[in-house]
């Protein structure tokens, strides 16, 4: 059943890849020997992010903002210096090294979740850093990364599989590639076993701006945007949006704050009919993604998560960069989707109530 609908996946998909080659081109690192029903992966298990990196596609341009890298050459925080997220025990303080340890980093408020799972709080090392690292003890996650808070554990696992097997390979894959060639099915199905059950009111994570001028902000540490020291203001264009730490404390990975996304005047409304069907082209994205868009099946949450992200996969299943069973069931969809289609519908669903 699953190896059928991965090969009709992959033949329907064929002229679109044949298309989208040269974007992507990934050097084959390593041949299987055994037989697969498709492609070899290209990557072997003991591959580091930093291996991977090479072989990684480019950002979709016309929507590159939604692939946030840290600049070069920024100023690197003390790694001595202490720091205690405000709200936490004053007795916590931490070394900005310990704030980034990637097998034990903070968990600010224990209390205020069920326990963790090992793999989720420590990672295995060397290949596996704790999750809660990039997708925090809420699961929900910085830009750069994704909110899996409320995915269910078959879709985590198909995703991991697409990870391992280079079926996702956009510049901020590499860390889960990883991680994918080290982990088993049982691994995803016990992180998940807390992920899944995210409290929806903890799934709540992005505040949605409509606006014609947004507060200036940077690029920073991790990818992150953080609003500038002053009080000046820039037009957001029709083709940006500005995804912002609340605060700058999202270094500390305090959870506590999430992020505003600051969209064009007309997004949302636009947003919310691509999602009807784009007037008759296509099914509405709630006749899959379920009431609300809060997931169906084998159709991942889209409501109120954060707008890069939707933005990133939308913009990769176009490129050919997410492909396969990654794409699934979206093929028949994302061919009616322009680039701005995919900017509005992804305002639209950061602004629905997770
Ligand atoms: C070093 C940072 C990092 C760590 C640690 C990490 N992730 Fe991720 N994860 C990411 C990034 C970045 C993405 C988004 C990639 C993209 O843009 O396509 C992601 C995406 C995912 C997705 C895909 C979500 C979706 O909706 O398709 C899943 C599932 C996932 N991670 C699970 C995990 C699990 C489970 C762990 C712990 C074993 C983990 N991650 C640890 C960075 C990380
Ligand atoms: C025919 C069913 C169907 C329809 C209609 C549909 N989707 Fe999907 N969508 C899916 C499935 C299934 C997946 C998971 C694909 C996979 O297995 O990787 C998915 C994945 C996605 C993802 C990636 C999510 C993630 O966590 O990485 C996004 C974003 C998305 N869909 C947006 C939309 C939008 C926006 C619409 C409407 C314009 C829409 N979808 C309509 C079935 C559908």
């Not at 003991?46 to 072989?55: E, F, I, N, W």
């Not at 963790?116 to 090392?125: F, I």
């Not at 009807?276 to 991942?300: I, T, V, W, Y």
């Amino acid at each position: 059943m699953r190896v059928r609908k991965f090969v009709i996946a992959v033949l329907a998909l064929a002229p679109a890849l044949a298309i989208a080659a040269p974007a992507h081109k990934i050097a084959p690192v390593h041949k299987a020997a055994a037989p697969k029903p498709a492609e070899p992966s290209p990557f072997t298990p003991g591959m580091t992010a930093r291996d991977l990196t090479p072989l990684m596609a480019k950002p979709y341009a016309p929507l590159a903002f939604a692939y946030p890298v840290a600049p070069a050459g920024l100023p690197r925080p003390d790694p001595t210096a202490t720091f205690t997220a405000t709200g936490a025990d004053p007795a916590m303080k931490l070394t900005m090294r310990q704030i980034g340890d990637p097998n034990n980093p903070p968990d600010w408020f224990p209390k205020e979740h069920a326990p963790l799972p090992e793999l989720a709080k420590h990672g295995r090392a060397p290949h596996v850093p704790a999750c809660i690292l990039c997708h925090l003890p809420n699961g929900n996650g910085h830009p750069e990364s994704a909110s899996i808070s409320g995915l269910t554990a078959n879709y985590m696992i198909e995703q991991m599989h697409a990870f391992r097997d280079g079926e996702r390979t956009n510049i901020r894959a590499p860390a889960m590639i990883e991680m994918a060639l080290e982990l088993s099915d049982k691994d995803i199905r016990d992180v998940a076993a807390y992920f899944t059950h995210v409290p929806r009111q903890q799934q709540k994570w992005i505040r949605v701006v409509e606006t014609s001028r947004a507060p200036a902000t940077h690029v920073g540490a991790g990818g992150v945007r953080f609003f500038d020291k002053g009080g000046e203001t820039v037009p957001v264009p029709p083709d940006m949006i500005y995804e912002v730490a609340e605060s700058e404390e999202v270094e500390l990975r305090n959870f506590h704050f999430g992020f505003a996304d600051y969209v064009p005047v007309g997004s949302l409304a636009k947003g919310r009919i691509v999602s009807l069907g784009n007037h008759g082209q296509m099914r509405s994205c709630a006749s899959c993604h379920g009431e609300d868009f809060r997931g169906h099946d084998d159709a991942p949450r889209l409501a109120g998560r954060g707008a890069y992200y939707l933005i990133r996969q939308l913009a990769d299943m176009k490129s050919g960069v997410r492909k396969g069973a990654a794409l699934g069931k979206m093929k028949d969809i994302i061919p009616h989707l322009s680039d701005a289609d995919i900017l509005n519908v992804s305002a639209f669903m950061a602004s629905r109530a997770p």
